[in-house]
């Protein structure tokens, strides 16, 4: 079965700094690779994912990922944060098995501070 | 990318009631999820929504306390049983479109009392 580790409940970046939001993952086939991102009181929004290809994807608000085999990492970055990058973020996993169609499991969240 | 309204978006009910969640996407979808949030924890997979048969649920959930219908391949239903105050939580809708990423209602915030 799948997993997803996010290992920081919290990350706080100063506006303007550079940010990196951590996630590894565990799958026994081929994963699919994405992050959420939840604003207070909304629903999720997709923000960017890893199918296969180029290791580094990007994708919306200005974030970009970079898929890394050998260590099972998929972390987020984004050059330069802004204060309204605050919110939830979660990363999550869709393991992918020949003709098996699998769900999606999510990370447990990783709280993004953008300090003014 | 999919629009997936669900409603209600929140309600507040009485213990040992039941309440049905509706789910409708603006386009046929592969696969359908109900999910169960607490306000700013993980999302834990309650089951698949499986079209013309029955939902496949995950450990510790089961079809008695959550049954859950996909007549067709835009909607879908998942009822919360015989509530208690332990089932209060947010309940999110997500569908697959194109075999990749999910999309996500806007949740329903549920209150029992």
């Known amino acids: 079965a799948q997993s997803v580790a996010q290992p920081e409940d919290q990350v706080n970046v100063a506006e303007g700094n550079p940010l990196t939001v951590k996630c590894t993952y565990s799958?026994?086939?081929?994963?699919?690779l994405f992050w959420y991102v939840q604003y207070p009181n909304r629903g999720l929004q997709f923000l960017l994912k890893?199918?296969?290809?180029?290791?580094l994807v990007k994708g919306s608000y200005g974030f970009e990922a970079e898929f890394n085999k050998s260590q099972t990492s998929f972390h987020l970055k984004k050059p330069s944060a802004l204060v309204s990058d605050s919110a939830l973020y979660f990363c999550?996993?869709?393991?992918?098995?020949?003709?098996?169609?699998?769900?999606?499991?999510f990370g447990k969240g990783t709280r993004l501070h953008i300090l003014p | 990318s999919a629009v997936i309204s669900q409603k209600p978006s929140r309600d507040i009910c009485q213990r040992g009631t039941s309440l049905t969640i509706q789910c409708q996407v603006d386009?046929?979808?592969?696969?359908m999820f109900w999910y169960r949030q607490q306000p700013g924890q993980s999302l834990t997979l309650i089951a698949t929504a499986n079209q013309g048969s029955e939902a496949t649920y995950e450990s510790g959930f089961v079809i008695d306390k959550f049954p859950i219908s996909r007549p067709n391949l835009t909607f879908s239903t998942l009822t919360v049983s015989n509530m208690s105050p332990e089932d209060s939580s947010i309940y999110l809708c997500?569908?697959?479109?194109?075999?990749?990423?999910?999309?996500f209602g806007q949740g329903t915030r549920l209150t029992v009392v």
């Open positions: 997500s569908a697959l479109t194109g075999g990749t990423e999910a999309f």
């Open positions: 890893y199918i296969t290809g180029d290791n």
């Open positions: 999550a996993v869709r393991d992918i098995q020949g003709n098996r169609d699998d769900k999606i499991i």
């Open positions: 386009s046929q979808v592969t696969m």
């Open positions: 799958v026994s086939g081929n994963p699919y």
